[in-house]
């Protein structure tokens, strides 16, 4: 059975970090090319971040809105995927969503069940 | 940047209707579009792709259909496990969201 498991959300500062984990199982993850999409409270949903496997040089790709501030990495070793995010802004408040990209396509097959975020003072 | 426009933004329907959703883009995406529901505190769920490829598992009363700018989602015969949120997603020169259509029983 695929899964993933997001975990690291929480209430933050404006300006301050967060570091988000997506630990998946039940597929393989050394070839699945990976997302984050986020889901602001008014349930807008934003693709905000993908990463390419090894053989494509784990190239990444940001919404224009993050560039600069966040970065998604990946740990093959660990199945795990994950998303830096630097310089927070009210925002930047949602639930974000680790999600994998079909084999077949451009569309997000599984998704995890989302990690709340909350930029606030 | 492409802009995806969804209508209506909330649909009121009986159990057994045939609803019609409706997803435009700003211009072209060459049915490079995804449909996704959403039921309420859960995830999304993909259902269509390529624009009228119906997804492995996904009920045969859930059809795609389009080109070029307009796109379509029909649910026939629906059901109460239907009632959700409905996004229309395109991959032509990126990721972009309409804003869904939530679907509700009369």
């Known amino acids: 059975e695929v899964q993933l498991v997001e975990t690291g959300g929480g209430l933050v500062q404006p300006g301050k970090s967060l570091k988000l984990t997506c630990a998946t199982s039940g597929f393989t993850f050394s070839t699945a090319w990976m997302h984050w999409v986020r889901q602001s409270p008014e349930k807008r949903l934003e693709w905000i971040a993908r990463?390419?496997?090894?053989?494509?040089?784990?190239?990444?790709d940001y919404v224009e809105s993050v560039k600069g501030r966040f970065t998604i990495s990946r740990d093959d070793s660990k199945s795990s995927v994950y998303l830096q995010m630097n310089s927070l802004k009210e925002e930047d408040t949602a639930t974000y969503y680790c999600?994998?990209?079909?084999?077949?396509?451009?569309?997000?097959?599984?998704w995890g069940q989302g990690v709340m975020v909350t930029v606030s003072s | 940047d492409i802009q995806m426009t969804q209508s209506p933004s909330l649909l009121s329907a009986s159990v057994g209707d045939r609803v019609t959703l409706s997803c435009k883009a700003s211009?072209?995406?060459?049915?490079?579009l995804t449909w996704y529901q959403q039921k309420l505190g859960e995830a999304p769920k993909l259902l269509i792709y390529d624009a009228n490829s119906l997804q492995t598992g996904i009920p045969s009363r859930f059809s795609g259909s389009g080109s070029g700018t307009d796109y379509t989602l029909t649910i026939s015969n629906l059901q109460p496990e239907d009632v959700a949120t409905y996004f229309c997603q395109k991959y032509y020169s990126g990721w972009t969201f309409g804003g869904g259509t939530k679907l509700e029983l009369k």
């Open positions: 211009q072209s995406i060459y049915n490079s």
């Open positions: 999600t994998r990209q079909t084999y077949y396509g451009y569309n997000f097959d599984y």
């Open positions: 990463i390419k496997d090894k053989s494509n040089n784990y190239a990444t």
